[in-house]
């Protein structure tokens, strides 16, 4: 078995769903549900890390007159619209 660190994010966004409807059926005893929860938010956390490691990474290429430059990622909530 992987440890939560080895997981995809697509591994670890599965795990969470399944660990989501568990804790929603309500027929989880309260222990197991805590562990369940604690499970839950490494994995959140682990997600969360890794879609920062994404967004730093993505840079997107404007062509200027001078040619191309970079420039970082806006996240889709930060993009005022601006035209190039």
């Known amino acids: 078995m992987e440890t939560t660190e080895e997981l995809s994010f697509e591994a670890a966004m599965e795990q969470l769903e399944q660990i989501v409807e568990q804790l929603e059926s309500g027929d989880v005893p309260l222990e197991k ?6 499970q ?5 956390q682990l997600c969360g890390g890794k879609l920062e490691q994404v967004e730093r990474k993505i840079e ?3 062509e200027t007159e001078q040619g191309f430059q970079k ?13 190039f």
Do not use: T
């Open 40 to 44: 839950g938010m490494k994995l959140s």
């Open 71 to 83: 420039k970082p990622f806006a996240a889709a909530n930060d993009d005022r619209g601006e035209s």
């Open 33 to 38: 549900a805590i562990d369940l929860f604690q």
């Open 60 to 62: 997107l290429l404007i």
